[in-house]
C-alpha cells in the first residue's frame, strides 16, 4: 500500500493536497506556501484564467485547479497556526520579566492613566470655555462608545458553535441572518456558497441595518402618533358638532311644544265659548215658550 507524503516535509499527514503536478503538500506547508506566496507581490497564490483558480507549486511551479472552499480551509488553517504562534510566544515573554520590569511597567502604566485623565480634564474644561466644542467632544465620546460595544460583543460572541462543538463560532451569514456561524458551516454546511463576513467585519454592517431598522420603526412610530392626534382632534370636533346639534334640536323642540301649548289653549277657549252660547240660547227659548 502506497502511503502519500508531503513532498515538503516528508511527513505523512492525515489529509492532504494532491496536486496535478504529482506532488502532495501536506495542509499545513500548503498554507504556509499559500500565506507566503501570497505575500509576495511578484507572485500570486492563485492565477484567474477565464474564471478558474489555480494553486502554484513552489517545487515545478505547476497549477493545480483550486476550488473556494480548498481556498478557504488553507486561509483557515494559516489564521489558526498564526493565531497559536502569537500564544505560544506570549508565555515565553512572561518568564524572562522580572520584578523591575513589572515596576517599570506599573509606573507607565500609571503614568498613561494620569495622562488620560489629565487629557480628560483638560478636554472637559476646554469644552466649557468654548461651547463649539462640545459637539465634538460629545461625538468622540459616542464614537469611543461604539467602539467599545463593538469589542465586548465580539469578545462575548466567541462560543462553541451548536452544529460543530469543537468550533468557534467566528462568522456571520448575511443570506440567513440567523445565529452566528463557524468555518464548517461554511464549507460543508448549509451556509456554503452563502454571503458571509467574520463577526468583526459584520458587527458595523449589522450595527447600521439596525439603526436603520429603529430609525424606520421612529417614523412609523411618529406617523402613528400624528394619526392618533388627528383622530382625537377629529373626535373632539365631532363631539361639538354633536352638542351643537343636540341643543339646536332642544331648542326648536322647545319653541315647537310652546306652540302646540297655545294651540290647544286656543281651541279650549273657543269651543268653551261656543258650548256657553249653546246653553244661553236653549235658556231663552225655553223662557220665550
Not at 487629557?119 to 468622540?140: R, W
Not at 454592517?205 to 431598522?213: A, D, F, G, S, T
Amino acid at each position: 500500500m502506497n502511503v502519500s507524503k508531503c513532498s515538503y516535509c516528508q511527513k505523512v499527514p492525515d489529509d492532504i493536497l494532491m496536486l496535478t503536478c504529482n506532488h502532495d503538500l501536506c495542509l499545513d506547508c500548503a498554507a504556509k506556501s499559500f500565506s507566503i506566496q501570497q505575500t509576495k507581490k511578484h507572485k500570486k497564490v492563485y492565477q484567474f484564467e477565464n474564471n478558474i483558480k489555480f494553486f502554484v507549486c513552489d517545487i515545478c511551479q505547476g497549477n493545480t485547479e483550486l476550488d473556494s472552499n480548498s481556498i478557504y480551509e488553507l486561509e483557515k488553517i494559516n489564521l489558526a497556526s498564526a493565531l497559536h504562534d502569537r500564544s505560544n510566544r506570549k508565555p515565553a515573554l512572561v518568564q524572562k520579566a522580572n520584578i523591575s520590569s513589572e515596576k517599570q511597567v506599573k509606573s507607565r502604566s500609571q503614568t498613561r492613566q494620569d495622562n488620560k485623565e489629565n487629557q480628560k480634564e483638560k478636554t472637559i474644561k476646554f469644552a466649557i470655555q468654548n461651547p463649539e466644542a462640545k459637539s465634538s467632544v460629545h461625538q468622540s465620546q459616542r464614537q469611543m462608545s461604539k467602539q467599545q460595544s463593538e469589542n465586548s460583543f465580539i469578545q462575548h460572541s466567541r462560543e462553541q458553535c451548536l452544529d460543530h462543538p469543537e468550533e468557534e463560532v467566528s462568522y456571520f451569514c448575511f443570506d440567513c441572518n440567523s445565529k452566528c456561524i463557524c468555518p464548517e458551516c461554511i464549507i460543508h454546511g448549509i451556509h456554503k456558497n452563502h454571503e458571509v463576513k467574520t463577526i468583526k467585519k459584520s458587527y458595523p454592517l449589522v450595527r447600521k441595518q439596525l439603526e436603520n431598522q429603529v430609525e424606520q420603526n421612529n417614523q412609523c412610530i411618529t406617523q402613528i402618533e400624528n394619526y392618533r392626534q388627528d383622530l382625537e382632534k377629529k373626535q373632539v370636533q365631532q363631539s361639538a358638532i354633536q352638542e351643537h346639534m343636540r341643543l339646536q334640536i332642544a331648542q326648536e323642540f322647545q319653541v315647537i311644544f310652546l306652540s302646540y301649548k297655545q294651540q290647544t289653549k286656543r281651541i279650549i277657549r273657543k269651543n268653551w265659548q261656543s258650548s256657553f252660547d249653546n246653553r244661553l240660547i236653549r235658556k231663552l227659548c225655553q223662557q220665550i215658550d
